[in-house]
T-cell receptor, first 117, second 109 residues
Framework: SAVISQKPSRDICQRGTSLTIQCQVD?????MFWYRQQPGQSLTLIAT?????????ESGFVIDKFPISRPNLTFSTLTVSNMSPEDSSIYLC??????????????FGAGSRLTVL | DQQVKQNSPSLSVQEGRISILNCDYT??????FLWYKKYPAEGPTFLIS?????DKNEDGRFTVFLNKSAKHLSLHIVPSQPGDSAVYFC????????FGTGTSLTVIP
């Protein structure tokens, strides 16, 4: 399965600032996915990042708040803009691949833990 | 609207016994169903999957059962070990996946 590197692994940010999270994959993939896990909550899909086109956002997430770049098939960034304490979460990058059983399987990076003061 | 649900937020099981984690979904078009294990400060780790054309998949101590008519899947861990203590998430989808709210499993030595 793919190996995914994310940075930063954690950061503490001030309200009103923006932070960009980077995701690097060791193989070329068509789609990359950004998830958020708020404290005590499930993993929520933010958007799908496609190379060469605009990201597709899930309900409740907008490009102005979470702009995404996908310059090539191995890299993506997610920016959390104008942060508030409610944005304190773990942000996770993932890609889909084929598992042993033939099913599509998501592989995740270790996540970026963001704390907004 | 939550497309994937795990109604039990926590489960405690004695070491050596069976752990059964349950998951329900709403979208009959989902092709694949996945189970993940997550420790704090780490990304989710894939455990086992099943495609919609099957009703059972087994991998060592882990077995996933799928009941499409009930839109329900379950993960069985047997025998349970203390190292299995973690939060378990189910996910459903095709290319995009949606996750349940997680079940915290504690295996008591």
């Amino acid at each position: 399965s793919a190996v995914i590197s994310q940075k930063p692994s954690r950061d503490i940010c001030q309200r009103g600032t923006s932070l960009t999270i980077q995701c690097q994959v060791d193989s070329q993939v068509t789609m990359m996915f950004w998830y958020r896990q708020q404290p005590g909550q499930s993993l929520t899909l933010i958007a799908t990042a496609n190379q060469g086109s605009e990201a597709t956002y899930e309900s409740g997430f907008v490009i102005d708040k979470f702009p995404i770049s996908r310059p090539n098939l191995t890299f993506s960034t997610l920016t959390v803009s104008n942060m508030s304490p409610e944005d304190s979460s773990i942000y996770l990058c993932s890609v889909v691949g084929r598992g042993h059983s033939g099913a599509n399987v998501l592989t995740f990076g270790a996540g970026s833990r963001l704390t907004v003061l | 609207d939550q497309q994937v649900k795990q109604n039990s937020p926590s489960l405690s099981v004695q070491e050596g016994r069976i752990s059964i984690l349950n998951c329900d979904y709403t979208n009959s078009m989902f092709d694949y169903f996945l189970w993940y294990k997550k420790y704090p400060a780490e990304g989710p780790t894939f455990l086992i999957s099943i495609s919609s054309i099957k009703d059972k998949n087994e991998d060592g101590r882990f077995t996933v059962f799928l009941n499409k008519s009930a839109k329900h899947l379950s993960l069985h861990i047997v025998p349970s070990q203390p190292g299995d203590s973690a939060v378990y998430f189910c996910a459903a989808g095709g290319n995009q996946f949606y996750f349940g709210t997680g079940t915290s499993l504690t295996v008591i030595p």
